[in-house]
């Protein structure tokens, strides 16, 4: 019944999303990109008259996303509706326009989404080409890597942390305004970045379902250490220290691509800032009176200099996918006493190794190893210094490929964690599909998977695009 009660509160809002969103796109100025692994492919074309076609093209497409929680307590975890609109305006032979927004509205009110409708711009992109560089101009997204699932060298977009990293990355990155150039250099082709201004992550408060605790990521430290902040000490919690708006805080990146002897190959650079702040511990205030002292933490983004590359090949049903980053100086949680800051700087290395097999037409089947390591030594290290993951996913079709399957299992291999995410979508005819899943998770709760594992739930989904 909560399932059902949620859906009507909500059919209305979606109506007055829709039309605010329209409005949005008609009248916006602004140039913007579509997202280069978009899936939305029915754009139709909407004549201005019967004699001349409209050099716009347009799509929508309504959602909702509603999940129960199957730990007790079971409630409603979310009913997520979305309405989104895109347009593609053809300037001319070289040139053209993309806009695009997304309004959302959430009744359930657990994730830390605002309470009323807000529209979230996606897409405000100009490109075309000037000689042999391809510009594109505005509001996007740019993915880098090869890897399923997992962010070794794809750190361009700030991530939406308020349903943790269940939400697909497509959805969840957050567009940035950015200058982006592709240009050939003999074989190969190099990209340049420029993102003039920073903007975080999104995260969840610390009430919210997937808050974790007062500043975000303190609760997983609290639950690895022997000392527990929380139950020692009363918190303060100092406003998070962003980047200034100036110049020096741009952020840059490169990448170099060419294909030699069949393999795909790219190298990496990229100079940013970290999407989600670090709770430094700023000290502590004995001047209260108070017998607990208070511990004052200072969150803070630090810069992210990451280096690294990737390549691909494919060998008849198999593709080999290989991809590996150099985080140079990030920030680590250390055990120190008396406590200090609580992190120190180190280098940190993530890499994947993928194979993909096409079994059949109906059947594919892709495997990944994780590793990953901090250059600094375990015993100052409040985390194990290695982290094993490994991953399988399974994604068949059937019934002419209108029912389609899924299966994603990552599990830890050096820590106790998982996650298991089964799903299976129908689809009826070209505009209308439905979507059934869950998402398990679980391990110690000192590791991240394990500390919500409590949070398992069921989503169903239901997605109208014309």
């Known amino acids: 019944m909560g399932v059902i009660n949620s859906r009507r509160s909500a059919a209305l809002p979606v109506v007055l999303i829709l039309t605010r969103l329209l409005c949005l796109v008609t009248y916006a100025q602004t140039p913007e990109e579509t997202a280069s692994r978009t899936d939305e492919s029915s754009q139709a074309s909407v004549p201005a008259d019967d004699s001349r076609p409209s050099r716009w093209q347009w799509s929508f497409t309504l959602r909702n996303r509603t999940g129960l929680r199957l730990e007790e307590p079971r409630v409603l975890q979310m ?15 070289k040139w053209r326009l993309t806009l695009e927004a997304r309004a959302h509205y959430d009744p359930v009110d657990r994730l830390g989404y605002p309470k009323s409708v807000w529209v979230d711009p996606r897409q405000v992109l100009l490109d075309g080409s000037v ?17 399923d699932g997992l962010r070794v060298l794809d750190v361009i977009n700030p991530l939406d942390y308020r349903e943790f990293i269940l939400e697909d990355f497509l959805d969840s990155r957050r567009p940035l305004w950015m200058g982006r150039a592709d240009v050939r250099i ?28 007062p500043i975000f990521g303190l609760g997983l430290i609290e639950a690895a250490s022997s000392q527990n902040p929380a139950s020692q000490f009363q918190l303060r919690i100092s406003p998070t220290k962003r980047p200034p708006y100036r110049l020096g805080s741009s952020q840059f990146g490169a990448r170099y691509s060419r294909s030699i002897d069949g393999w795909d190959l790219t190298a990496n650079y990229f100079y940013g800032w970290e999407d989600t702040p670090t709770p430094y511990l700023g000290g502590f205030d004995l001047s209260s009176g108070s017998p607990i002292p208070t511990a004052i933490f200072q969150p803070e983004h630090d810069r992210r200099e990451v280096f690294g590359g990737t390549a691909a090949n494919s060998f008849g049903p198999l593709v080999l996918r290989l991809e590996a980053g150099w985080n140079r100086n990030k920030s680590v949680a250390v055990t120190s006493t008396p406590p200090q800051r609580g992190f120190d700087r180190a280098g940190q290395f993530s890499g994947v190794v993928g194979l993909d097999y096409s079994a059949t037409t109906w059947l594919w089947v892709s495997g990944q190893y994780f590793l990953q390591f901090t250059s600094a030594p375990q015993s100052i290290l409040l985390f194990p210094r290695y982290n094993h993951l ?37 689809t009826f005819g070209d505009h209308l599909s439905t979507g059934l899943g869950a998402d398990f998770l679980g391990g110690r709760q000192n590791n991240i998977f394990g500390f919500f594992d409590t949070k398992d739930r069921i989503v169903l989904e239901l997605k109208w695009l014309w």
């Open 79 to 93: 009913s997520r509706n979305t309405a989104d609109a895109k347009g593609i305006y053809k300037i001319d032979d």
């Open 131 to 147: 000689g042999r560089v391809n510009l594109k101009l505005g509001l996007q997204q740019v993915v880098w890597g090869q890897a």
């Open 186 to 213: 003999g074989e190969g082709s190099l990209q340049l970045l420029w993102v003039p201004y920073f903007a975080p992550g999104r995260l969840p408060g610390p009430d919210a379902e997937f808050g974790a605790g």
């Open 390 to 426: 490994a991953s399988i996913y399974f994604r068949t079709s059937f019934m002419r490929e209108t029912l389609r399957p899924e299966l994603f299992i990552l599990t830890g291999l050096s820590q106790k964690q998982y996650l298991i995410r089964p799903r299976l979508v129908k």
